[in-house]
């Protein structure tokens, strides 16, 4: 039987249907862009009929940094809000892929740009989320003109929502200009990332992928994918510097992210990468991380948590 999903959110220390989940006009967070987010995936095994929560401590954790650089409190222990975030998943009741949202915020409603000397709160909510890019198809990008922002300006460690306006410019100017997904470059002409994943290219059956000296928010899909691709299928993986003409001559490029999974980049400024069609290392991993995230790979059970009662992982 199909469950009548009710989207629910967390809001001030209850659960609440997502529809009456509001906030004040003068939240600070609403007008200067100081809160940080994470975004957790839940992806449904029909076979199962099973939600599984994809490495919730890890984005809790990551939230909890992002917070202490932007000197918030988050005022939850790391076990509360992974409690939270499950029984949000359960409560809603849904029977598809669903993304959930934390976000920690300056919650004063007060005018006045600083980071201090407000109070700091803590919301969630859910949403129905299919595929972010084509998984199949692959993804034809283009070098945005817009540049990452540097830990100088605004950490690019720190999932802070304000910075996403980068993210969003960059985003926007590519697919305005016809292309699905956009690389940014850093300050220093070095590739960084998508608006919303991390990069990889493959040379000489090796996998190499910028360092967090290059900007990069530390992906958990990255370090998802680069594990399986070492200790599974025994390939090099190198974090160094790339270079934007590397795209063009690399035998193959991918993207990894939480909203848009592993996709293939088939194109880099209307040059083909490889072939122009999604390439072998690719896909096998891929294929891996795909069945991994929805308990079809026992082995990686550790990094799920099941939503519904209680259907063992891999069986
Ligand atoms: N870079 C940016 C800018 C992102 O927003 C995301 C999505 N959180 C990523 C990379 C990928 O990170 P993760 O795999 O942890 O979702």
């Known amino acids: 039987m199909t469950l009548v999903a009710t989207p629910l959110a967390f809001l001030r220390g209850e ?40 490495r919730v401590r890890e984005h809790v954790e990551r939230l909890r940094q992002s917070a202490k650089i932007m000197r918030m409190e ?43 000397d407000l109070e700091d709160d803590f919301l969630l909510y859910i949403a129905p989320f299919g595929a972010y890019l084509d998984p199949d198809a692959g993804a034809r990008c283009v070098t945005s003109s817009w540049r990452r922002v540097d830990d100088t300006s605004i950490p690019a460690r720190a999932k802070v929502n ?49 360092g967090p000296q290059d900007n990069i928010l530390e992906g958990i899909t990255l370090d998802t994918v680069l594990q399986m691709a070492q200790e599974d299928l025994g390939l090099e993986v190198q974090v160094r510097t790339i270079d934007r003409t590397e795209l063009y001559i690399a035998s193959e490029v991918f993207m990894t992210g939480t909203a848009a999974h592993v996709t293939p980049v088939t194109e880099v400024d209307r040059v083909a990468v490889g072939d122009g069609q999604p390439g072998p290392i690719t896909k096998q991993l891929q294929s891996r991380y795909f069945n991994a995230i929805t308990g079809r790979m026992p082995q990686y059970a550790d990094w799920l948590t099941p939503v519904y009662a209680k259907a063992p992982v891999g069986a």
Do not use: C
Not at 29 to 44: D, I, K, M, P
């Open 15 to 54: 659960f609440v249907p997502l529809a009456e989940a509001r906030i004040n006009v003068m939240t600070h967070a609403f007008n200067y862009g100081t809160a940080v987010f994470e975004g957790v995936r839940g992806n449904w095994n029909d076979d199962e009929r099973q939600l599984y929560l994809f």
């Open 74 to 116: 988050l005022h939850y222990s790391d076990d509360e809000v992974v409690s939270f975030i499950e029984q949000l998943a359960e409560q809603s009741g849904y029977e598809e892929d669903v993304y959930i949202r934390p976000i920690v915020y300056k919650s004063s409603e007060v005018i006045g740009v600083r980071l201090h």
């Open 162 to 210: 304000g910075l996403y306006v980068n993210n969003a410019m960059a985003k926007t100017e590519a697919q305005l200009s016809g292309f699905d997904e956009a690389i940014l470059l850093n300050p220093d002409g070095h590739v960084s990332e998508g608006s919303g994943e991390n990069i990889v290219i493959i040379r000489n059956g090796k996998l190499i992928t910028p």
